[in-house]
């Protein structure tokens, strides 16, 4: 059974940075997206942060966190990265790593349905 595993999430002032990790158990990662999204709190909606294609050639943000949020990955360690700088209280939410087996195109990156597989989420708190 594939399980996707986030990490790195924590307690962070405002203005500081976080690197979330994502890694798969049950497979070698192998899979063509990888996302971020985000629950900012319990019953809202999982909100689209990040995605990337495996291959590396299409990457897209939600537009407000364009530029503070980077999305990555490392083949050679099969990780997937949201490396999140210049962080706000309002960032606060359980990030989650999604991936889907499909070289999702541009416009349906930000589709949670287009996603076959979930984290269980890791936790950002931003707070002085």
């Known amino acids: 059974q594939v399980q996707l595993i986030e990490s790195g999430g924590g307690l962070v002032q405002p203005g500081g940075s976080l690197r979330l990790s994502c890694t798969a158990s049950?497979?070698?990662?192998?899979?063509?997206?990888v996302g971020w999204f985000r629950r900012q709190a319990p019953g809202k909606e999982h909100d689209f942060v990040a995605?990337?294609?495996?291959?590396?050639?299409?990457?897209r943000y939600t537009e407000p966190l364009k530029g503070r949020f980077t999305i990555s990955r490392d083949k050679a360690t099969n990780t997937a990265y949201l490396q999140m700088n210049s962080l706000k209280p309002e960032d606060t939410a359980v990030y989650f790593c999604a991936a889907s087996s499909s070289s999702l195109i541009h416009s349906s990156m930000n589709d949670r349905e287009r996603y076959d597989y979930w984290g269980q989420g890791t936790e950002v708190i931003v707070s002085s």
């Open positions: 049950g497979r070698t990662f192998g899979f063509a997206t």
């Open positions: 995605a990337l294609r495996w291959s590396g050639s299409t990457t």
